[in-house]
């Protein structure tokens, strides 16, 4: 992704300009207490050409960034989201700090606070699948009413659930674990819970949206088949998808809006987004194979 079309007059941002229009898009009192977003490394008056964007903070990923020539990485998991005592480059988090600062890359998160946001990502994968009249799953007390975590929405009209999970594994990058899905596939849906990443304990909210459908990522056993017995008819059906993958499709559309706020700014930065896949897991062995 190159640097939007927006003249000849615009200049190289510092890395201070650009946390200001990161502010704007994804502001830091939308993040979770528990959540740990901002500038993780880097220097505020650095000038920042290029940006690369990606899901984990993977060495392979700093490696890509930095070969790519950025200046800054945004992730939207967090290196640090726990306390450390040392970085040192005995462990993976302390090479991975180290090869930032030895190359001159700073590192930023964009965690819950981009999953609130509106136009974050769960507002991307409801956009993804088709849902109108889309509103927040959880809403937050800090941000507006269109904003909090997970997204619900209905379809432009009835679908097989069978029909919605190809449509949705279709639009995913592709991963090892493909897509699950628990539910008649038959079954009628038209109202659509999801949240990008984990959403087990967002169940309360999904029922008391009545959908008829949940995607999401990460489910367990235990709260998966808790949650359908509740209702007795097996709803909400669930469709469940890579975490990695349910948060990729965020990062073209928040590439996009970042450009476009420096723009408006008065800056110009190259963009892209990392083609790494950093689903862990290689591959998996079903009946047949």
């Known amino acids: 992704m190159g640097t939007p079309e927006t003249g000849d007059n615009l200049e190289s941002p510092v890395l201070a300009d650009v946390l200001v229009a990161i502010e704007e898009l994804w ?12 500038l993780v490394v880097g220097r505020t008056e650095a000038v920042v050409d290029r940006i690369m964007f990606a899901v984990d903070p993977t060495l392979e990923v700093i490696d890509e960034a930095i070969e790519w020539g950025a200046q800054l990485l945004i992730t939207h998991h967090p290196l640090l989201l726990k306390g450390v ?9 302390g090479r991975a700090v180290h090869r930032l600062i030895e190359a001159g890359c700073a590192l930023l998160t964009v965690h819950t606070n981009g999953d609130s946001a509106v136009g974050g990502v769960s507002d991307v994968l409801a956009d993804v699948i088709g849902l109108g009249d889309v509103e927040p799953l959880v809403r937050t007390p800090h941000g ?8 619900v929405g209905v379809l432009a009209g009835p679908e097989k659930l069978g029909d919605l999970a190809a449509r949705v594994f279709l639009s995913l990058p592709a991963v090892a674990g493909g897509v699950r899905v628990a539910g008649d596939k038959d079954a009628l ?14 169940f309360d909210a999904v029922r008391a949206s009545d ?57 110009a930065a190259e963009l892209a987004v990392s083609q790494i896949n950093t689903d862990p897991w290689d591959f998996i062995l079903t009946p047949g194979t």
Request: proline share 4%; hydrophobic share 45%; net charge negative.
């Open 144 to 151: 507006l009413v269109e904003e909090g975590i997970g997204r």
């Open 189 to 202: 849906v038209r109202k659509v819970a999801v949240c990008g990443g984990a959403g087990d304990s967002l």
């Open 211 to 267: 959908a008829d459908v949940f995607v999401t990522a990460d489910l367990r056993h235990h709260p998966a088949s808790e949650a359908r017995d509740v209702r007795g008819d097996g709803r909400p059906y669930l469709i469940d998808l890579s975490h990695f993958a349910s948060e990729w499709l965020w990062l073209p559309a928040a590439a996009e809006a970042l450009g476009n706020v420096l723009a408006d700014q008065g800056f």
């Open 85 to 93: 005592n040392s970085v040192a480059a005995t462990t993976g988090k």
């Open 27 to 38: 502001p830091e009192s939308l993040a979770e207490a528990w959540d740990r977003v901002g």
